[in-house]
């Protein structure tokens, strides 16, 4: 399997490289399943226009991957024919999917697949028939299309105007027969007639049973961008039958939510946004339990300027009890929790829905040694970095109802109204103080009074600020700040990398809103230091020079190996 995996990731790498060259469902879409896990998309047409747009051809752009320091001009060479000679349209949009599925025998699989458009069917398969890999496969033909299995884990199928290259693998294991009261352990299965069914269905499918019929699907491409992303929740409906307890109304939480989402490349910034349909079933929890958004007044006065990390949320935490009622299990549940002496409502009711999480000062963790006059050595450590974790306080009576039972069992102590860490709590290094009003939780009891004093002024930018208001779940990752924080401990073949990234990269900002009435939307953006040139260059230039040191690095490793271990050295010896 893991030859075939590398297999897999080396079509999508040369396929990624291919791609920088060159209903509203695209007409692929009649060849993906409509119970597809997940699939991802580049358009290379777009990402060449840009590359282009910006002076960089796609020859350039192989020779500093292929040219530097003469390293490698036979992988150039065969990528130059795999471009020009295998009859793909490398100008088409690249489709990435996956599959998973379960039996009642606890069998599992995973197809990972690999498609594109062919310019001349017969060219393709002369080209394989070429390849040292395929020389000794034959092409076998059914009805509608040609196929070549490599091995019982892989194979690759064309017609006249498409090729799929599939990578599949099955789990067997064992389960409990419940009428012979023993377990059964399953014949392993036939993955090469497994996948070959998979791959066929692809092929003869009809559109009904495709992501062609799914409005979701087609509906991301009106958007013109540079990549795509759609998952669905309907993998998980076949692992549903698989479960001993049945739940009553858990395939309509489950059945037909979607999520489609798209990728583009703009001046100074990577954007994606996501956008998920939900059904019928899960709109009418979203829309009786709306949340609110997040409480920015709880990262206020975080006193540090050196933030690397916030993760905010904001949420009604009656829509818990909102799912347990829907799904009509709520009773169940509390029958099962009886014996902890609380209800569902005790846990969903104890926090009041907001909760805000603040990482700084992020470096490499260091000691140094000291001696004392006395002669007393001494350890002064420098901590990984500083973190505050503040939930404010739902319901004060379900919360100290449970925090008792903790305080019981010697997790925190508690004096008067107030909850600390007790021994098993501080043994992890944390710093815990809960009350009446919140939930607190910091790295250090200095972090702590510091920013509750209410004297200190966390340092955000005002147009993060901005992009975090209205939300009702943010993360925000200051990409520049935690690569110097790590940077001034690092040296070594990488260490220009990163100081490369460091000059390259901003900041990480994500966040979703409320629901709508019909839809959630997402954003994703990572924003670059260069505002004015488009992302894709400035990211084409910094991952290439990033690969040029990696394979510098191993090519450095293997000339230190020569020199210890000379050729004619055992093999046994050289590797170990």
Request: charged share 25%.
């Amino acid at each position: 399997m893991q030859a075939n995996f590398r297999l897999f990731l080396g079509m999508v790498l040369v396929a990624g490289l291919l791609t920088a060259c060159g209903n509203h469902a695209p007409k692929e879409a009649k060849y993906i399943p409509k119970n597809v896990s997940a699939v991802l998309v580049l358009d290379p047409k777009s990402l060449h226009e840009k590359l282009e747009k910006s002076g960089i051809n796609m020859d350039t752009l192989i020779n500093r991957l292929f040219n530097r320091g003469g390293v490698d001009s036979a992988g150039r060479t065969k990528f130059y024919d795999v471009r020009d000679a295998a009859g793909i349209n490398w100008n088409d949009k690249i489709y990435f999917f996956s599959l998973q599925g379960s039996t009642e025998k606890q069998a599992s699989s995973t197809v990972l697949n690999l498609m594109g458009e062919l310019t001349d069917a017969k060219k393709f398969e002369a080209y394989l028939k070429k390849q040292p890999t395929f020389l000794n496969k034959s092409v076998q033909k059914e009805k509608t299309y040609s196929y070549i299995i490599i091995s019982n884990e892989s194979m690759v199928a064309w017609n006249e105007t498409n090729v799929i290259g599939s990578v599949y693998h099955s789990d067997v294991k064992p389960y409990y027969d419940t009428v012979a009261m023993k377990f059964i352990v399953p014949e392993k299965a036939n993955m090469e007639k497994e996948m070959k069914a998979e791959v066929d269905k692809y092929f003869t499918q009809k559109e009904s049973e495709s992501l062609a019929s799914i409005d979701a699907f087609g509906n991301m491409f009106k958007t013109n961008s540079d990549g795509y992303a759609f998952s669905s929740t309907n993998r998980y409906l076949s692992i549903l039958g698989t479960m001993p307890l049945q739940l009553p109304k858990l395939e309509e939480l489950v059945k037909d939510n979607y999520v489609a989402s798209t990728l583009s490349f703009e001046e100074g910034k990577v954007v994606a946004t996501a956008t998920t349909y939900t059904n019928p079933f899960v709109s009418s929890i979203l829309k009786k339990y709306a949340g609110p958004t997040v409480n920015l007044s709880l990262i206020e006065n975080y006193p540090s300027e050196n933030i690397n990390m916030i993760m905010m949320a904001s949420f009604n935490p009656e829509i818990f009890g909102g799912v347990l009622k829907q799904l009509e299990v709520e009773g169940l549940v509390n029958s099962f929790m009886e014996k902890t002496g609380f209800s569902s409502q005790d846990l969903y009711k104890t926090l009041k829905g907001d909760i805000a999480v603040v990482v700084s000062d992020l470096s490499l963790p260091t000691k140094d040694l000291k001696v004392k006059n006395d002669s007393t050595l001494i350890v002064d450590r420098k901590p990984l970095g500083k973190m505050v974790f503040n939930a404010p306080i739902g319901d004060p009576a379900a919360f100290a109802k449970i925090m008792n039972k903790a305080v019981e069992l010697g997790y925190f102590t508690k004096n008067g109204s107030v909850y600390s860490a007790g021994k098993l709590v501080s043994f992890l290094g944390m710093y815990v103080h809960a009350d009446d009003k919140n939930l607190i939780v910091a790295s250090d009891s200095l972090t702590y009074a510091q920013y509750i004093s209410n004297k200190t002024k966390a340092v955000i930018s005002n147009d993060a600020l901005n992009m975090f208001r209205g939300k009702s779940a943010i993360a925000y990752f200051d990409i520049a700040n935690t690569i110097k924080g790590f940077l001034n401990n690092q040296s070594g073949d990488y260490k220009n990398s990163l100081v490369t990234a460091k000059e390259t990269f901003k900041d990480m900002i994500i966040s979703t809103e409320n629901f709508d009435g019909s839809t959630l939307k997402g954003k994703f953006e990572i924003r670059l230091n260069n505002e004015k040139q488009n992302s894709l260059v400035t990211l084409t230039s910094l991952f290439t020079d990033i690969a040029v040191d990696m394979r510098m690095a191993s090519k450095k490793e293997t000339d230190q190996e020569e020199k210890m271990f000379p050729t004619g050295v055992p093999a046994i010896i050289r590797t170990n």
